[in-house]
């Protein structure tokens, strides 16, 4: 449960995939006890769901994230052993989330790069085109 806690601390968030460890709810419960205590959201994610859909839950891994300004994130699974093929569906979702983010961020960073390009001339209601650092380097 150390180990738990102090991952937890550290990020910014906690995505729980499947049933924690296959261990008893008392554990679950403990865990959730634990991100309650340092006030971290968290997204719990069924086992069928990421079996099923590894891509589905990327989107919901995805948008968790940019909800909550993540910037680490701490992801909890259950073991391989336990739920077979977990790790490699785990594994797409997580690399699928990081695209989408990616992606997300790159779309935000362009709005706000454009929004810097135009501005409205408060005098008239003429807009004038300003020079954007963005624009000068192509």
């Given at each position: 449960?150390?180990?738990?806690?102090?991952?937890?601390?550290?990020?910014?968030?906690?995505?729980?995939?499947?049933?924690?460890?296959?261990?008893?709810?008392?554990?679950?419960?403990?865990?959730?006890?634990?991100?309650?205590?340092?006030?971290?959201?968290?997204?719990?994610?069924?086992?069928?769901?990421?079996?099923?859909?590894?891509?589905?839950?990327?989107?919901?891994?995805?948008?968790?994230?940019?909800?909550?300004?993540?910037k680490?994130?701490?992801i909890?699974?259950?073991?391989?052993?336990?739920?077979?093929?977990?790790?490699?569906?785990?594994?797409?979702?997580?690399?699928?989330?990081?695209?989408?983010?990616t992606?997300?961020?790159?779309?935000?960073?362009?709005?706000?790069?454009?929004?810097?390009?135009?501005?409205?001339?408060?005098?008239?209601?003429?807009?004038?085109?300003?020079?954007?650092?963005?624009?000068?380097r192509?």
């Amino acid at each position: 449960k150390n180990a738990y806690a102090a991952n937890i601390r550290h990020t910014d968030a906690t995505v729980l995939i499947g049933r924690i460890l296959n261990r008893t709810d008392s554990t679950e419960k403990d865990l959730l006890s634990i991100i309650n205590r340092y006030n971290r959201p968290y997204l719990i994610i069924p086992k069928e769901d990421i079996l099923i859909n590894p891509e589905n839950a990327a989107s919901q891994i995805a948008q968790f994230a940019v909800r909550h300004n993540v910037k680490s994130l701490n992801i909890i699974g259950e073991r391989e052993s336990h739920a077979p093929g977990i790790q490699a569906a785990t594994q797409k979702a997580i690399e699928k989330a990081l695209e989408l983010n990616t992606q997300s961020q790159k779309d935000i960073n362009k709005e706000r790069e454009c929004e810097g390009v135009r501005e409205r001339d408060e005098n008239s209601n003429s807009e004038k085109t300003l020079e954007h650092r963005y624009f000068k380097r192509l």
